[in-house]
């Protein structure tokens, strides 16, 4: 019989002073705000913990002019407890000798290269600040797209016409040229207002984009029949990936987005009260009933007796992070064609809004306004064909009787 693994338990500190080190960094759990926790050894030592579940040291300070400073040492477990309290003591030896660290690293940075800037953005904003996908996303971008057009140019020097000549060069990926520039102008934003570029010098303010077609597609009834009987085959076939099949049925009971479904913990689960709490998500965090079908899904998937995660990864600490492969190989056995794991999401909140309103499809969506749900909602075409001949029989009813004689 094979031994479980003890889940982790975590908790979150309040105005303790600990000694920091793996062991107790591995046990601090998120919570909706940013806090910090204080290294019992060096005062001025802190652990930054950000509700996205990112840790990272910080060195909080005075400069000799009396100003309260902060400066990242580094993110967790990049570096562990002990280098970074050793980085604490010799930057606070260079305070006591009238240096200020973050005033030396601004001034390092204006020499930087684009590419350069961009990792200190990513270390210092983006990991802390961003939810780990959106991360991802940025790097892979910064690391395809970005950096061999413009990565080698100083800071300083990145123009307009660079910007104009990378979006020419992917004029066949607009989509990609669109995320790109934006990512570009967020970095140069984030560079001004650090105080690494003079305040209105974003060359790519104002840039126009390409225009973007929606991409959205809603599955048929024959089409989620199909992922069903997919699904079934395979959880037979490759049991190893049950609990990704598991969170994409899940997806298309709740119409949840992917981070949230795979974030999902067994403590947000309240069978009493028949709800569902979404506790980290994209905007706030948001409830949902449990609805009958989702209580019978959550009851065959059984991780509750080893692990904390609804849907664990290979290590039952922690939770699946991608079942992009698992929806490809549904996808492949149902014949849907390139349609996306996203287009699940679409088609709930479509049907939500076609079959109730569109104030409940944002509560569902976790939307924080109507017109974030308007970009998901669109028409079944059966549904859209019932609701044209209604009103066309409705009309026609009284425009064409006073004129019958005309089209007869």
């Known amino acids: 019989m094979p031994i479980k693994k003890r889940a982790v338990r975590k908790y979150i500190p309040?105005?303790?002073?600990?000694?920091?080190?793996?062991?107790?960094?591995?046990?601090?759990?998120?919570?909706?705000?940013?806090?910090?926790?204080?290294?019992?050894?060096?005062?001025?030592?802190?652990?930054?913990?950000t509700p996205t579940g990112g840790k990272s040291y910080l060195l909080r300070y005075r400069t000799p002019d009396g100003l309260t400073k902060k400066l990242k040492l580094g993110n967790h477990p990049d570096i562990n407890s002990t280098i970074a309290r050793n980085m604490a003591l010799e930057h606070l030896s260079r305070i006591a000798q009238g240096h200020d660290p973050a005033a030396d690293r601004k001034s390092s940075r204006r020499c930087l290269t684009f590419q350069m800037y961009a990792q200190s953005f990513l270390d210092d904003y983006a990991s802390i600040q961003l939810r780990e996908?959106?991360?991802?996303?940025?790097?892979?971008?910064?690391?395809r797209v970005i950096n061999p057009?413009?990565?080698?140019?100083?800071?300083?020097?990145?123009?307009?016409?660079?910007?104009?000549?990378?979006?020419?060069?992917?004029?066949?990926?607009?989509?990609q040229a669109n995320r790109a520039l934006g990512l570009i102008g967020r970095i140069l934003n984030y560079a001004e207002a650090s105080g690494d570029l003079p305040r209105g010098t974003n060359p790519a303010q104002g840039l126009r984009k390409f225009p973007e077609h929606g991409r959205a597609r809603l599955f048929t009834t024959d089409e989620m029949q199909r992922i069903g009987e997919a699904i079934s085959h395979l959880t037979l076939t490759k049991p190893h990936a049950k609990f990704a099949y598991s969170a994409i049925i899940f997806l298309f009971l709740t119409g949840c987005r992917t981070s949230e479904a795979l974030r999902l913990r067994w403590e947000d689960i309240d069978y009493e009260r028949k709800i569902l709490w979404f506790q980290k998500t994209k905007t706030v965090p948001r409830k949902q009933p449990l609805t009958t079908e989702l209580s019978g899904l959550l009851a065959r998937i059984g991780s509750n007796d080893y692990s904390h995660w609804v849907f664990p990864g290979r290590d039952p600490a922690r939770h699946l992070v991608d079942i992009s492969k698992s929806w490809s190989t549904i996808r492949a056995r149902a014949n849907l064609g390139a349609a996306r794991l996203h287009d699940i999401r679409h088609t709930v909140i479509s049907d939500i809004a076609n079959t109730v309103?569109?104030?409940t499809a944002a509560d569902v969506g976790g939307h924080r306004s109507i017109q974030s749900t308007l970009r998901y909602v669109h028409g079944h075409q059966d549904t859209t064909t019932r609701a044209l001949q209604t009103a066309a029989t409705k009309h026609g009813e009284l425009l064409l009787r006073t004129n019958r004689r005309n089209y007869l």
């Open 357 to 359: 309103d569109v104030s």
């Open 14 to 49: 309040r105005n303790e002073r600990l000694r920091l080190c793996r062991k107790l960094i591995d046990t601090l759990d998120a919570d909706q705000t940013d806090y910090l926790v204080k290294d019992k050894a060096v005062p001025k030592l802190h652990l930054k913990v």
């Open 133 to 143: 996908t959106t991360v991802r996303d940025y790097r892979n971008l910064i690391h």
């Open 149 to 175: 057009a413009i990565g080698q140019k100083a800071l300083t020097a990145v123009s307009r016409p660079d910007l104009i000549r990378l979006q020419k060069q992917l004029h066949g990926t607009p989509y």
